[in-house]
């Protein structure tokens, strides 16, 4: 059973920085395709951002390119979610998550990963 769990959410002020960790355990990490999601309230669960295995192959949704980064260290089973330009908008729960894949493209939709962390509040004040 692979288990995530993230790490790295807080409050911060608008244009300000977070990194985000998501640690897994119990699987073959660098098999994974990771990603990261995030839920406002009364939102809808969205993609964010995913990597392939290689960390390599990397998407983002379009309301974060070029303000957010997606790594991972497989050596370590940690992903990570560098976060700069922080916008009031970005305020959510952010959910780390794991898809078995290999290929082209790299899933966007939530019912193709099967591994979620607990997720992290951000909270980006303006």
């Known amino acids: 059973q692979v288990q995530l769990v993230e790490s790295g959410g807080g409050l911060v002020q608008a244009g300000g920085s977070l990194r985000l960790s998501c640690a897994a355990s119990?699987?073959?990490?660098?098999?994974?395709?990771m990603g990261w999601f995030r839920q406002a309230p009364g939102k809808e669960r969205e993609f964010v951002t995913a990597?392939?295995?290689?960390?390599?192959?990397?998407v983002y949704a379009e309301s974060v390119k070029g303000r957010f980064t997606i790594s991972r260290d497989n050596a370590k089973n940690t992903v990570y979610l560098q976060m700069n330009s922080l916008k009031p908008e970005d305020t959510a729960v952010y959910y780390c998550?794991?898809?078995?894949?290999?290929?082209?493209?790299?899933?966007?939709?939530?019912?193709?990963?099967?591994?979620w962390g607990q997720g992290t509040q951000v909270t980006v004040s303006s």
């Open positions: 119990g699987g073959s990490f660098s098999s994974y395709v």
């Open positions: 998550a794991a898809a078995v894949f290999r290929g082209w493209p790299i899933p966007r939709a939530g019912n193709e990963y099967v591994y």
């Open positions: 990597c392939a295995w290689s960390g390599g192959n990397r």
